[in-house]
């Protein structure tokens, strides 16, 4: 995140996390778009955000270890 807004110095905070999610989970996003968490447009909703890509990515990251990929 540190690097992406060095190169991004003009996006809000917001902007700057979704679009970091966007490029490296990119199948994530959708989850996201429509939703209270969707903090592109809306920096209040950053908090929301965050606990929930933790929640996200934990669950992704359990499916490989288990050798389940799937939608979350």
């Known amino acids: 995140m540190d690097e992406?807004?060095?190169h991004h110095p003009e996006q809000r905070e917001g902007?700057?996390?979704?679009?970091v999610l966007?490029?490296?989970w990119p199948d994530l996003q959708h989850e996201v778009v429509g939703t209270d968490?969707?903090?592109y447009g809306d920096d209040r909703r950053l908090?929301?955000?965050l606990s929930w890509v933790e929640r996200a990515l934990s669950a992704e990251q359990r499916e490989r270890e288990e050798g389940r990929p799937g939608a979350l």
Do not use: K, S
């Open 4 to 6: 992406y807004r060095r």
């Open 15 to 19: 902007q700057a996390h979704y679009n």
């Open 22 to 24: 966007r490029r490296e």
């Open 37 to 39: 968490r969707n903090c």
């Open 47 to 49: 908090p929301a955000f």
